[in-house]
């Protein structure tokens, strides 16, 4: 299992854009996603590192104590980054976007000074350029 996961991890390492492949295969939630995954994958290598000690020395005493405690955290695990995340309101997201949405309605200083610099300009009711205004001053037209 640890050479499949090595192999896995070498690929997406090695291949061009694995981030964002990887962000595109996870979707929206890619930070919680991934925070699972990676979570789940050192769970199976440490496991597999343990059977792998137990082979060598032949003490087999923890083995199918080590099996109940890796499910035990693959289940939680599988509840806190795939059970709670899907259980999230949609009322605390659209709290979530309607405080984002007042804080970018609110004016910025800089976008008060630009505004009144373009309200002159709206305020106009017809704009010339340089070439009409040296051509009304020369009195040619």
Known sequence: MSKLITILIGFLIFSGDSFRKVKNLLGAHWRTSLSGLVSAALCFFFHSEYLSWVEITGDKTYVTLSFIIKNFILLFLAFRYIYKPLKISP??????LQGITEKLDEPQPEQDRLDKIFNDLREKEALVSAA???LHRDGSV
Do not use: G, L, P, W
């Open 91 to 96: 009322e605390s997201h659209d709290k979530t």
């Open 132 to 134: 009409e205004r040296a």
